[in-house]
């Protein structure tokens, strides 16, 4: 694998913590980098090499899911699992968590990285795999960087086909959907399996198959990506609703992979209504620039409005899925909710971080399963308020054998954090890695006001008025991402002593 001369040498001289900056992030944890404390890694976007034969790619951490997909189908292949969002780099998935359809068989994306390139804090290069320094390999997986700097990963690859058949099952309860779900896992030919909850008593289990060319003239093709499309999720609940009955429908493979990305699944909606502009297909055609995930991430942390949203994923057992989608229907009555069987792998190769989930449903094929459910909504007004619930449902969650994904806010103590991971384990690496000067895991997922608001905090009580008057935090948001500003970099000042040092560490 290829070492990196410079990151070697910042590594090297760095005398306290330093954050590993993307220009880009698609996690809704708030953000504020600054230029004297990060190692900038944000170059690293190259695809190296794909090998048709090996059915792998060399890769670097900052390519985005799109570009490896266009390199990859371009000699017929296809990474395993691909994240719905365009802009979610490599190097994102491995460290942090990322699943979607495909995992039920496949399970999280760093499950499909064969090894990594690492640099530790000393600037000493390891190769890193399940066979070779293992440890590392199953460590550095979801742990944010905070084990070292990535700086090459090995993907695996499948053949790939051009089309995915999507047939749409309706269904009326949580339970049925879930029942769906476990149904339709289990069979060979399904490639993809997703579902979406609309409300308590209505829903759709969505389950593809690649295909090479439409399977049936008569089927529809549709797309996903263009302006006049319509948004996935509103064109599957118009099709359950038109007819109570399976729908089935033809795909192009890059139109189902991110056919999520216009409106974030259903999170731009609520730009709708903060702005207060109509949402009809006129306005989502109109304004399609804004509404694609990269935009939209960049205009939302920039604002500070995501600190208003309630952006959370939980794994949860199949057993008790159903008690879990009740309690979200009485205690938030949050929809719609996405639903995404995972698998879990043998405990052997579950990494350090890997959300081992208990009770898990055992397939025909020997593999665990579980359910992702996706809870996206506008959160509660008041801080107070939006930190309560947070903390009730990573109780809930906790209580039914669940865990809670790491990308975004989390609100546990340090001693519900290690109560919950393997604090013994992580710090031996840390020792033997030379990493304990860089932040630790916790120190990156914990919640703490901070970002651009504790940026802009300094200029005292005014700023704090002006700020507070609709819509201007909105407008703001939505100017810097149209500029292409860079969002999460500080330009506040240090001092010249420490913009003499190299300093970060991870996220």
């Known amino acids: ?14 005398t306290f913590p330093f954050r590993i900056y993307h220009r880009s992030t698609n996690s809704t944890r708030p953000y504020l980098f ?35 997909v266009e390199s990859t189908l371009d000699v017929g292949l296809l990474p395993p699992v691909v994240m719905e ?29 064969q090894s990594i390139e690492i640099i530790l804090a000393t600037g000493e290069v390891l190769t890193a795999s399940p066979n070779y320094n293992s440890d590392l390999f199953l460590g550095a997986a979801s742990s944010f960087g905070t084990l070292g700097v990535v700086t090459l990963l090995e ?11 999507l047939t749409y099952y309706p269904v009326s309860s949580g339970r049925e959907a879930v029942a769906k779900i476990q149904e339709e896992i289990v069979k060979e030919n399904n490639s993809y399996v997703d579902g979406i909850l609309f409300s308590k008593d209505r829903g759709v289990v969505c389950v593809g198959r690649l295909t090479p060319v439409p399977e049936n003239s008569e ?37 189902y992979l991110f056919r999520y990305d216009r409106g974030g699944f259903w999170v731009g909606r609520f730009a709708f209504r903060y702005f207060l502009v109509p949402f009809n297909f006129f306005t989502r055609w109109f304004l399609d620039d804004f509404l694609h995930t990269r935009m939209m991430y960049h205009s939302l942390h920039q604002s500070g409005l995501h600190k208003r949203y309630f952006l959370q994923d939980v794994g949860i057992p199949f057993p008790v899925a159903d008690q879990f989608l009740q309690y979200i229907d009485e205690t938030m009555g949050y929809y ?12 052997s190769k579950r990494t350090l971080f890997y959300p081992s989930i208990s009770s898990c449903t055992r397939t025909s094929t020997g593999f665990e399963t579980f359910l992702n459910v996706g809870i996206w909504a506008i959160g509660p007004t008041h801080a ?14 906790q209580e039914l054998g669940g865990r809670k994904w790491l990308y975004a806010q989390t609100y546990y103590s340090e001693g519900q954090f290690w109560d919950i991971n393997d604090r013994d384990a992580y710090e ?27 940026q802009r905090a300094r200029f005292g009580g005014l700023w704090k008025v002006v700020w507070s008057i609709w819509p201007l935090r909105g407008l703001y948001g939505l100017f810097h991402a149209m500029v292409g500003w860079d969002y999460l970099l500080s330009t506040r000042s240090e001092g010249s002593a420490k913009n003499n040092k190299t300093v970060g560490g991870g996220n």
């Not at 802009?87 to 990285?113: A, C, L």
């Not at 695996?156 to 058949?165: D, G, I, Q």
């Not at 107070?384 to 990573?394: A, H, I, K, P």
């Open 219 to 255: 089927t529809k093709v549709q797309r996903f990506t263009r302006a006049h499309d319509p948004w996935f999720y509103l064109h599957a609940e118009h099709l359950i609703e038109r007819r109570n009955a399976p729908q089935q429908e033809t795909i192009p493979i890059v139109d």
């Open 428 to 454: 031996t690496l840390r020792n033997k890695y030379h990493a304990t000067h860089l932040p630790s895991i916790y120190d990156k997922v914990r919640f703490v006001s901070k970002g651009k608001e504790a």
């Open 155 to 165: 993907l695996s690859l499948v053949p790939a086909k051009p089309y995915v058949e």
């Open 34 to 68: 600054r230029p004297h404390e990060m190692i900038d890694t944000s170059d690293l976007n190259q695809i190296l090499v794909v090998d048709v034969d090996a059915m792998t790619a060399l890769v670097e951490p900052n390519v985005p899911m799109d570009k490896l």
């Open 1 to 14: 694998m290829v070492s990196w001369p410079r990151l070697q040498k910042e590594l090297q001289i760095s």
């Open 336 to 347: 719609p909710l996405w639903l995404c069987p995972l698998q879990q792998p043998p405990l």
């Open 384 to 397: 107070r308020d939006y930190e309560t619930l947070n903390r009730q449902l990573e109780a809930k969650v």
């Open 85 to 113: 969002f365009p802009g979610i780099t490599v190097g994102g998935g491995f460290s942090g968590t990322g699943g979607e359809s495909s995992s039920f068989r496949y399970g999280f994306f760093e499950q499909t990285v």
